[in-house]
């Protein structure tokens, strides 16, 4: 009887050891065995979340209740909000502004951080510093320097006699706008600088160059050479940057929680305030599937749109 | 987080007798022995998991943990205190009714009760007890913990709110005393700005000050969101009067409130940069304890809001409510936790201990003599007692906690103080914005 079993078992043992020699000489198989953890994560920790928070922006859910299928009532409340129509320009401003400053200026940051200065290397980490301090910790100085009565800002301006009173960074729409957009810039311009400084260092010397003996002009050679050159990083870090900027929580979170009276509420702030704090989940959710276009629009504009060849080459469509 | 091992006594199985036992060889503690009245027996091996707002005042935590060791020490259930910024309180006690899972007891704020009543365990036999013995709950804080006639929380405390002055400037400015009515206290205001020692109250996204200052205007000149039956009633003649009475009223404050958020009334009045603002007793203990700001302290006096045409005393003030989730698993250790805090033992040394910061929710605990113990006090003292609910003079429930969420009030007031909107126009936006909420 034991032999038996054990001459079966070795039966199936040998089966399987030749099914499995079998299947790792099977491209196909090993490469969805290969995809299959990928592919695990990808569902569990990103499209499910993301189906979900779709599927809630159709249901009336609550916290603490899964809530009914409303169809698009959720969105046809928004759409008669106000205050939800605010956060989208106020989400749109925010992010167009600041990402042409972070662009302008990480690039610019970019070009000298490539040239041979002293102590490079130095002054590279320093740059990457904002990038570095965690959001939260970073906003809390911010809101220091922007306080209505402590600001440094105003402390300095004071005491060399440029201004009476302090300034009201966070309490006037505009300003507040201003002051959050300035803050999202100073942690943001380290990513596209070093992004940025690791493009340029991709250009081979020699068509600089070239172009030096073709006489190019500086002005000449960056247009001509560094800015074709470096189009298609700069989609990809732009994206990116895009992507961050209009998804931004924290800065807002800790400066202003929207106020004064909502003038930098963004969506995804006014989402946390609706769905969490508000309990009105269907409704949070909403708004945060709301961004999902503006984001695709983003992510479309840049891979279809700056990595064109043309584009690229400086000619036009 | 506190860890408390179990310890001393177990008496688990043993029940009363078991308990009567432990006290006496503990010493004959008369807590303990009164503990032994627990109504509930804790499950075996049970343990619980307490998560509270971060203190504002030391002492409160420190009794409460004092209370909880004790407890432990009785029962031998042992029960970890997790504590969160007192805004991260409400996402997480949001997080764990939606998950079920996570700590079985919560102190929340306000209305978060209502947001997810089937989640929670009902707690009318204990409240029913605790009120038969201690006189009873002050009915505002009781609607809080209350749907219908289902207990869904205790009632823990109110967060008395009072305005804070400084007692030398308001003299200074042609004031013996402090104004008993809106008239008097926009003449206050103006006088103390003249004197270069302008006023500051919160008028930025705050969820305590500035929710507790803008309900006293609206309230204070009749206006209220919703009436009696849930029907959206904001924009009236008294909110507008009430808009306008925040127009007079804003210029004379100190530039910069309409950003400022909970801390930022408390920075600039302890810099010596306004000479009144509202907030809880924690301000005067900050700056008791400041040698630094001792002598500033030492001017501080305090009120409640003067009367509006109302013609009463009407301010929000935040309230406090232990919930227990159906996710515990001990449920029976959950109460007689609940219980053993709620006794008079534990209770009045919690309430003495948190300095005037917490006034009790059972009206037996109003002879507690750390009203009477600072002059400073007195308002804080009946802010159980006369406090009007969230979303008045509507049911409480998830329409009032998210027209308060979405700052509506706030909004409306800040508004009109600061002239981006008319008073009429900004009645009207808060009745758009009140009534998406109200609709169902």
Same mark, same amino acid.
């Given at each position: ?78 759409? $008669? ?35 041979? @200065? ?13 990038? /570095? ?41 505009? !300003? ?77 979170? /800790? ?63 | ?46 343990? @619980?998991? /307490? ?83 201690? $006189? ?11 749907? $219908? ?62 929710? !507790? ?21 904001? !924009? ?153 609910? !969230? $979303? ?49």
């Amino acid at each position: 009887m034991a032999e038996a079993i054990t001459g079966k078992t070795a039966t199936e043992t040998g089966g399987f050891r030749s099914w499995m020699a079998r299947a790792g000489q099977d491209v196909n198989f090993l490469g969805a065995a290969f995809l299959l953890p990928a592919a695990v994560f990808l569902i569990l920790f990103l499209s499910y979340p993301l189906l979900l928070g779709v599927w809630l922006s159709f249901t009336d859910a609550r916290i603490g209740s899964d809530g009914q299928f409303i169809g698009v009532e959720n969105y046809q409340s928004l759409w $008669g909000d106000s205050v939800f129509w605010l956060s989208v320009f106020n989400t749109v401003l925010y992010t167009v502004v600041a990402s042409i400053f972070k662009f302008a200026l990480g690039l610019w940051l970019a070009l000298i951080l490539n040239e041979n @200065l002293p102590f490079k290397a130095m002054f590279r980490a320093i740059v990457l510093l904002p990038w /570095v301090v965690p959001t939260v910790l970073s906003a809390i100085a911010f809101w220091w320097i922007y306080d209505s009565q402590f600001s440094i800002i105003s402390w300095s301006l004071q005491q060399m006699g440029l201004i009476d009173q302090p300034i009201n960074f966070l309490g006037d729409a505009t !300003n507040a706008r201003a002051s959050v957009i300035a803050a999202n810039v100073w942690r943001g311009i380290p990513f596209v600088a070093i992004s940025l400084l690791a493009g340029l260092q991709t250009i081979p010397p020699s068509l600089h160059e070239a172009a030096t003996l073709d006489g190019a002009t500086p002005w000449h050679r960056f247009r001509y050479v560094t800015l074709p050159m470096l189009t298609p990083i700069i989609a990809v870090v732009m994206t990116f940057s895009v992507l961050f900027t209009f998804t931004d929580f924290q800065l807002i979170y /800790v400066l202003t929680r929207g106020g004064p009276v909502n003038a930098t509420h963004l969506m995804a702030t006014l989402s946390f305030q609706r769905g969490i704090s508000g309990g009105q989940l269907g409704e949070g959710a909403a708004i945060a599937v709301a961004m999902i276009p503006f984001l695709l629009s983003a992510i479309l504009f840049s891979y279809f749109g700056l990595q064109r060849r043309r584009w690229q080459q400086g000619g036009k469509d | 987080m506190t860890d408390f091992s179990r310890r001393g006594v177990l008496l688990g199985s043993a029940g009363i007798a078991a308990g009567l036992a432990g006290a006496k060889l503990l010493g004959g503690n008369p807590a303990l022995a009164q503990d032994a009245a627990l109504r509930y027996k804790p499950e075996e091996g049970a343990s @619980l998991r /307490v998560l509270r707002w971060a203190p504002f005042v030391k002492g409160d935590e420190d009794q409460w943990i004092a209370n909880t060791k004790k407890f432990t020490d009785l029962t031998g259930v042992q029960v970890r205190i997790d504590k969160e910024s007192w805004e991260d309180i409400r996402p997480k006690a949001a997080v764990a009714a939606n998950v079920g899972s996570g700590p079985d007891i919560v102190l929340v704020w306000f209305d978060d009760a209502h947001q997810y009543p089937d989640k929670l365990v009902d707690m009318t036999d204990l409240a029913t007890y605790l009120a038969g013995k201690y $006189g009873g709950w002050y009915p505002g804080l009781e609607g809080y913990a209350k749907q $219908g006639d289902k207990f869904i929380a205790l009632p823990l405390a109110t967060i008395g709110n009072a305005v804070c002055y400084r007692e030398s400037w308001v003299k200074a400015a042609g004031f013996s005393e402090f104004p008993k009515d809106t008239k008097g206290f926009l003449e206050l205001c103006k006088a103390l700005k003249a004197s270069n020692h302008p006023a500051g109250f919160t008028l930025g996204h705050a969820v305590g000050d500035a929710n !507790n200052f803008c309900h006293w205007v609206m309230w204070s000149h009749g206006g209220q969101m919703v009436d009696e039956n849930g029907k959206v009633v904001i !924009n009236s003649a008294e909110t507008i009067a009430a808009l306008n009475y925040a127009k007079e009223l804003y210029p004379t404050f100190i530039a910069g409130t309409e950003s400022w958020l909970d801390v930022n009334n408390n920075r600039a009045f302890l810099a010596g940069q306004v000479s009144m603002t509202a907030n809880g007793v924690s301000l005067y203990y900050t700056a008791k304890k400041d040698p630094a700001t001792a002598e500033l302290a030492a001017d501080i006096r305090s009120s409640n809001f003067p009367i509006g045409p109302v013609g009463k005393s009407v301010e929000l003030c935040q309230t406090t409510s232990c919930m227990l989730f159906k996710h515990t698993k001990y449920p029976e250790a959950a109460k007689a936790y609940l219980q053993f805090m709620y006794e008079r033992p534990q209770m009045s040394d919690w309430i003495t201990s948190s300095s005037a910061y917490c006034c009790q929710a059972l009206k037996s605990y109003a002879d507690n003599p750390i009203w009477t113990a600072d002059p400073i006090h007195a308002p804080y003292a009946k802010a159980s007692e006369t406090l009007r609910p !969230n $979303g008045y003079a509507g049911p409480l429930g998830q329409a009032s906690a998210a027209a308060m969420a979405d700052y509506i009030v706030v909004d409306m007031v800040a508004e009109a103080a600061t002239g981006q909107r008319s008073p009429e126009d900004a009645a009207a936006r808060a009745e758009q914005r009140a009534k998406r909420i109200y609709r169902s």
